[in-house]
């Protein structure tokens, strides 16, 4: 029955989003935009590059895309959960759903399903444009290590988002969780420069964040072919931050949906 | 206190901020198969009282027994014994078809794939509900509110709350409702009905059984004849037991 309701509810978002064609339409069209910027912004600032991107053995548009596609993730883990909360109280079909014999965990993961779907079809789509037309190379791509490292991206990720949604049930709105985690993840990250370029100082900042061990061991294990063996450190650190931000974010959405209940308030928005 | 009854609660409060007790000390007891009106002005704490039946809020103090199912501790199997209908429009998904509103709950009741077509195919024929393949949004208020009952229909639940049900609507489909309510839903289906209104004639025509609600208190309940007695007027209308046991003092 898990798996049945999971599926219903990546049927109900995919019939609500092609419902609204053009949104869907420029969601593709804006993936194109943003894939040839980045073309031509290594193809102006290449050389100038290449020292930092030496360890990747690679020039700046494989970096960049290789971050910008799979940070995708983790603005569907921060967004996702919380927006389609949000979206659920303000249609009345939170109180609803929550009136189901459905367990919390089945409506946490069921409710960000879509969006994940839709990540990953969008993260297939930059590498896709990136090998067909703009000279990315993935020759080397560890396919296993590669989606080994992706399944604790989003594991690790997803807890972030379970905390933003957590805010959104309390306080109706959590922009600025969201808007924190996305900026911190976008500066320190790694996602359109490598870290190193940072002052040492606010490395320490990069370290503390999962999206860094994240996007550097998917860049070596999708660009050079790095296997689980060569970037165990990192995928360690992503299954640490699993183990942790998981439970404790799910507990903390119990605590969050008990207070809305107390208040009164799982309906408000 | 009646250990078979179908709704069973005590000593119910309920404050969302000091000062502020929406539920006041309600002890209440709604007999299986009974059509039970919970009349009260607007802000009385009926819909409140609805969210703390279905565990949409919890209590201050007190307990509220569903079936047997104490509701906060054994919160699944209640869940599968109630349904929940509002006069409310929105709660469901405005964008998909009817029937695909229905097949997403049907799922979320645990009803197969199999189960959840004939039954939503039995639901629709049972309340008229024409063109199943119409967006929500595309609905006129009378068949939203069908669709509202039919989803509360999908796990055969024997316990239906069912909130200011006719709000909106216009007299012929609200009157259509009501003989639905009381006709199918009671007598040949045998649900208990927990009906919340402010409409005094409806309350009339539909229950078994009527409280009065104010400042959330329970100021009477019985049936219109035990109402009158309590009053000492046999003849005494609906508007006049109304006036009598709202405007009471404690």
Redesign the interface.
């Known amino acids: ?1 898990f798996f ?2 999971m599926l ?1 509810f990546i ?2 978002d995919f ?2 989003a092609i ?2 064609r053009l949104t869907f339409i420029l969601n593709w069209g804006g993936m194109v935009t943003t894939t040839l910027t980045f073309y031509f912004i290594s193809k102006m600032f290449g050389k100038v590059m290449n020292p930092y991107m030496a360890k990747y053995g690679t020039d700046y548009f494989p970096f960049a895309i290789i971050g910008i596609a799979f940070s995708t993730y983790l603005f569907t883990a921060i967004n996702s959960l919380s927006n389609n909360l949000r979206t659920e109280q ?4 939170l ?8 367990r919390v965990s089945e409506l946490i993961i069921g409710m960000s399903l879509w969006d994940f779907v839709f990540s990953s079809t969008r993260v297939f789509g930059y590498i896709l444009i990136g090998v067909l037309f703009l000279g990315l190379d993935i020759n080397n791509i560890s396919i296993i290590a590669s989606l080994v490292v992706l399944v604790f991206t989003i594991i690790s990720f997803s807890g972030l988002g379970i905390i933003a949604a957590s805010i959104i049930m309390l306080f109706k709105k959590g922009a600025p969780f969201s808007w924190f985690v996305s900026t911190f993840a976008s500066l320190f990250g790694g996602t359109y420069f490598p870290i190193e370029v940072l002052p040492e100082p606010l490395r320490y900042i990069s370290y503390l964040l999962p999206i860094t061990y994240s996007l550097r061991s998917l860049r070596y294990t999708i660009l050079k072919g790095y296997s689980i063996g060569d970037i165990k450190g990192d995928l360690f650190i992503l299954i640490i931050y699993s183990l942790i931000l998981v439970p404790i974010s799910i507990l903390i959405f119990k605590m969050a949906l ?1 207070r809305a ?4 308030s ?2 408000h928005y | 206190m009646n250990n078979s009854a179908a709704i069973r609660i005590i000593n119910l409060s309920k404050e969302f901020s000091r000062r502020n007790m929406v539920i006041d000390n309600i002890n209440l007891s709604v007999e299986r198969g009974e059509l039970f009106c919970l009349v009260g002005t607007n802000g009385a704490g009926k819909t409140t009282l609805l969210k703390l039946l279905c565990n949409l809020i919890l209590p201050t103090s007190g307990e509220i027994f569903i079936n047997g199912y104490n509701v906060i501790k054994d919160s699944e199997r209640t869940r599968s014994s109630i349904g929940l209908v509002t006069g409310d429009e929105r709660s469901f998904y405005w964008r998909l078809t009817g029937k695909q509103n229905m097949k997403f709950f049907a799922t979320f009741y645990n009803l197969s794939s199999y189960e959840s077509r004939i039954k939503i195919d039995e639901l629709f024929k049972l309340l008229h509900i024409e063109e199943p393949d119409k967006r929500f949004q595309e609905y006129s208020s009378g068949i939203k509110q069908r669709l509202s009952i039919a989803r509360a229909l999908l796990n055969d639940s024997p316990v239906l709350f069912l909130d200011e049900l006719t709000k909106g609507l216009d007299p012929a489909s609200a009157k259509e409702l009501r003989i639905f309510i009381k006709e199918t839903l009671v007598k040949e289906k045998k649900k208990t009905v927990f009906f919340s209104t402010h409409n005094l004639h409806e309350a009339e025509e539909l229950a078994d059984r009527i409280a009065f609600m104010r400042k959330g208190k329970i100021t009477a309940d019985g049936t219109i004849d035990e109402l009158r007695k309590t009053m000492g007027r046999q003849d005494a209308s609906i508007e006049d037991i109304y006036d009598y046991f709202m405007n009471k003092k404690d």
């Open positions: 029955m049945r309701k219903t049927k109900r019939l609500i419902s609204y303000m249609t009345g079909t109180e609803m759903l929550l009136l189901t014999p459905t008990r209940k107390v208040k009164g799982l309906a």
